[in-house]
């Protein structure tokens, strides 16, 4: 046999196992429950994804003192995604209510991350995390809903009675009392953009190379988020529908 032809063999090898293929079958270890014609489900709902326009201001210190601002990266922080309802319409037959507007409360905080260089001619890259914080609240009418959320409030009654013995005057010691509780699924949100627009600067000009301590930031922030609630809804063909909830008249909201 000719050297052209002889088989090459491994300059480095390494320990390896060969893989077989194994035999498989359909298996059904969770019980499945068949499920109805309309089936009913229990889901978050989008009530309404806003993009808020967010306008702060602040100064940051810079220690050491910078002589160029290189890079800023940015991420929001949410806290709080309230929404407070302020207008309501009864659902008939039922003891809920569809809320037609509210006050949407939104606060949370802007963390900044900035690299900037010092005046010296080769020293490592300074590095300062600023957290800036906003709050704000955006009113929803009616048209901003995509689905409205559902409220039932709770009911409180009394019944007072006569006096057996006389009956043109109460009885002072003697009531009725009822009381209805709904508990409500709690409206909450949720963090989809933030999209950033900066301006910053020295607030006193520096000099080229000349060093600075404070930086003034100027951001106007986008912010996309949307607000959702666990509501009962109904599955209908490739249609999904609240369930038991009529369609709501046209209001002035």
């Known amino acids: 046999m000719s050297e052209q032809n002889q088989p090459a063999t491994p300059h480095c090898p390494v320990s390896s196992t060969q893989q077989f293929e194994l035999e498989s079958k359909m298996a059904m270890v969770t019980p499945v429950t068949p499920a109805p014609h309309q089936p009913t489900l229990k889901i978050p709902v989008v009530l309404t994804e806003q993009t808020l326009q967010i306008v702060v201001e602040s100064d940051i210190t810079l220690t050491p003192a910078a002589t160029e601002i290189k890079r800023v990266t940015k991420n929001v922080f949410l806290e709080q995604v309230k929404l407070v309802p302020v207008e309501f319409q009864a659902i008939k037959n039922s003891d809920f209510f569809f809320v037609t507007k509210a006050k949407l409360f939104v606060s949370g905080f802007i963390r900044k991350n900035i690299e900037y260089a ?11 995390i600023a957290d800036v914080s906003f709050n704000g609240f955006q009113e929803l009418k009616a ?14 009654n009394s019944a007072a009675f006569l006096n057996e013995k006389n009956q043109i005057v109460p009885r002072l010691d003697k009531f009725f ?5 709904k508990y409500n699924e709690q409206p909450f949100g949720e963090l989809v953009a933030a999209n950033f627009f900066e301006l910053d600067f020295s607030p006193v000009m520096a000099s080229p190379e000349g060093p600075f301590s ?3 930031e100027k951001i106007v922030l986008d912010l996309t988020v949307k607000v959702l609630q666990t509501q009962q809804v109904k599955l209908s063909g490739s249609t999904i529908q609240v369930l038991n909830i009529p369609e709501i008249a046209d209001c002035d909201c």
């Open 177 to 181: 009392f009822q009381n209805l509780v």
């Open 118 to 128: 010092t005046n010296s001619c080769s020293a490592p890259l300074q590095d300062i």
């Open 214 to 216: 404070t930086l003034r």
């Open 143 to 156: 048209n901003d809903f995509l689905s409205f959320p559902l409220l039932a409030f709770r009911k409180d």
